[in-house]
């Protein structure tokens, strides 16, 4: 149970922030990409810090971590999502920010660029948090969140910058901006996905411990 009450902290406070930072403040990726990096330091040796559907698909494929855990994680980390976002409507009284196409993007970009950030960012993880090589390391909470900051300067303008699902459902649940939140699924699934399969590829001597 401990490992699921971390869960939802972390994911809540990631989406919070987003939530209210998002479309509201010009540094807002450095504020989110902080934001996981401490609450993957807060709790990355209880829960593994996932606090992300897509990072936790990526280790139940890797091998990091077992069924068992992985759907109470969704669950969790889905949860945690939009009590954040009805929480940043209660303090802002106003829409959070969510996660939303840029201007003249297509539905493909968007799709490509939600997962191709989320591969780099389950990359990050798997390979600094889970892997035999960096074992009890201190770098781990710093990689994956500056992975974070990175993905939102460079594609928020293009698909939002969501790269988890849990934050691109909570704000747009509350604000009833649904048309394109499958988006926010279907590529961060896919890039984790993708990622757990490059990890095993590359790291052939690498065995997991779930």
Request: net charge neutral.
């Amino acid at each position: 149970m401990n490992k699921y009450i971390i869960e939802f902290i972390g994911t809540f406070f990631l989406v919070l922030v987003v939530g209210l930072t998002a479309g509201r403040v010009d540094m807002a990726p450095i504020a989110i990409g902080f934001t996981l990096m401490v609450m993957v330091y807060m709790g990355g040796h209880i829960s593994g810090g996932h606090y992300n559907p897509a990072v936790t698909l990526a280790c139940l494929l890797r091998g990091a971590c077992t069924v068992k855990d992985a759907v109470p994680y969704w669950i969790v980390q889905l949860a945690g999502g939009i009590v954040a976002a009805v929480t940043a409507k209660f303090l802002l009284a106003a829409a959070p920010g969510a996660p939303a196409l840029g201007e003249g993007v297509s539905t493909g970009q968007a799709l490509v660029n939600e997962c191709l950030f989320t591969f780099a960012l389950a990359s990050v993880v798997l390979h600094t948090a889970t892997s035999k090589d960096h074992e009890g390391n201190s770098f781990y909470g710093l990689a994956i969140g500056s992975t974070v900051l990175i993905g939102a300067f460079a594609g928020g303008g293009i698909s939002g910058g969501a790269y988890n699902p849990a934050v691109g459902l909570g704000a747009n649940v509350i604000n009833g901006t649904l048309g394109d939140v499958w988006i926010y699924f279907a590529g961060p699934l896919i890039g984790g996905a993708l990622a757990a399969v490059v990890f095993k590829i590359t790291s052939l001597n690498d065995k997991a411990a779930a």
